[in-house]
Structure formats: structure tokens, C-alpha cells
């Protein structure tokens, strides 16, 4: 727990290159210990603070809420088409819980992700069930220009419907200028959308709205062969 998760080379593919971090036997598999995060050593918070924790087999780590959006980047990434694959936890308070994952990564303020709006989950309102799961490809495409611009490709309701206030399991698998989502032991995509980014490859790191925070475990990131 004292020692980092891991080097970061110079080297385009260090993050997916076998590590004493590894969890698995495949050496192209990167699952990190996130007991052993902090800012610096094994990743970088971007305006947030990071504690970790433990919730029965899960490790976790716990982004706090705070203005503007908050990201854990993973350095010396080079992912690109792939899988990747963690736990969320996000809460039941509307406007408050944004969380997700960041992907294809260049800097702090470029990068595509997909998160969630638990609050929106089991609502009442068709409108905002139907706003549970986005994507976004930052600075270019917000979420709002991409809603006023190009109302319901980026972003859908997400069924069976999770528990807003409890942990559900995300797959994102990126193949070429395609994205799809699934949420739990969903068979189709939750979500499935062209890219907006022509990017190739970049970082990647967890993800938190404007005023959100969140838990995150069990990332494992998996480069397509």
C-alpha cells in the first residue's frame, strides 16, 4: 500500500503493460489497487479531493463534491479501442450526482466520457429518465450543446433500472468511432453513439460532474487485440 501503483514510462503503452498493480494473470489488463491512490502517486486529481475506503469486497475510492468538474486521471495511458470496466455509486439527489468515466484523454480539459444522472433514474418524469446515461466529448461537445444541438442520440434512459443510491457495474466498450454502454447485466447497450473526438488513443480516469462527487471501484481496462 506504500509503494506506487506504478512508473509512469515514456513509453505510449505503459499504462497497459504488466505491473506489480495487476490483478489478473493477462498482462495487458490494467486493475489497479485503489487503496493505494493519492494524488501524484498512481494518478492525478484534477479539482477534487481523493480518499479511499473500503465497502465489504470492495476497495474504493470517493471523489468529494465541488465546483466544476472533477477527474482521477491514470498518466502514461495510451488506451484506444477496448474495454473498460468499473463500479459507480453515485445518490439519489437531483442535481447532485454526476459520475462516470473519462476516456481518450489528451489534457485536463479534453477527453470523452460517459457518465450517469442517478437522481434521474426512477423518476416520474418520461424527460428525465430519458437524460440517466450521457456522453459528452469535451470542450467541444457539453452536454448541452450536444441536448440543444442534437436532442437524444448522446444520452438515454438506462434499463433494468439501477438503484439510484447503490453501486451498479459499467462496461463501456470503444470500437472505432463507436461507443456502447452497459449498465449491470444490461444485454443490449444502454447507450450506443459515434464518437464526437477523432482522437485515437489517450487517458484514462474517473469522472465527476459540477457539483458532484462519487464512488468509484473494480476499474479494469482492457485494450481490444
Request: with cysteine.
Amino acid at each position: 500500500m506504500n509503494h506506487p501503483l506504478w512508473v509512469v514510462a515514456p513509453m505510449a503503452l505503459a499504462l497497459l503493460a504488466p505491473t506489480k498493480t495487476t490483478t489478473t494473470s493477462e498482462p495487458s489488463v490494467f486493475a489497479p489497487d485503489l487503496t493505494g491512490l493519492t494524488n501524484g502517486r498512481g494518478c492525478s486529481v484534477v479539482n477534487r479531493a481523493l480518499s479511499t475506503f473500503k465497502d465489504g469486497p470492495r476497495n474504493g475510492v470517493r471523489l468529494d463534491e465541488g465546483l466544476g468538474e472533477g477527474l482521477v486521471r491514470f498518466g502514461g495511458s495510451e488506451f484506444g479501442d477496448g474495454t473498460i470496466e468499473l463500479d459507480v455509486r453515485g445518490k439519489n439527489v437531483a442535481q447532485k450526482s454526476f459520475l462516470g468515466v473519462a476516456f481518450l484523454g489528451a489534457d485536463d480539459r479534453t477527453y470523452d466520457a460517459i457518465y450517469f444522472r442517478p437522481f434521474n433514474f426512477k423518476s416520474n418524469d418520461p424527460a428525465r429518465r430519458a437524460h440517466g446515461v450521457q456522453y459528452v466529448s469535451h470542450p467541444d461537445y457539453p452536454w448541452k450543446r450536444l441536448r440543444t444541438e442534437h436532442p437524444g442520440p448522446y444520452e438515454n434512459p438506462v434499463e433494468p433500472t439501477p438503484d439510484p443510491d447503490a453501486w451498479f457495474h459499467v462496461r463501456v466498450i470503444v470500437a472505432g468511432p463507436k461507443v456502447s454502454v452497459f449498465v449491470n447485466d444490461a444485454k443490449q447497450p444502454n447507450l450506443a453513439v459515434q464518437r464526437l473526438s477523432t482522437r485515437k488513443s489517450g487517458w484514462v480516469g474517473f469522472f465527476v460532474g459540477d457539483e458532484s462527487g462519487g464512488d468509484f471501484a473494480n476499474l479494469r481496462v482492457r485494450p481490444a487485440r
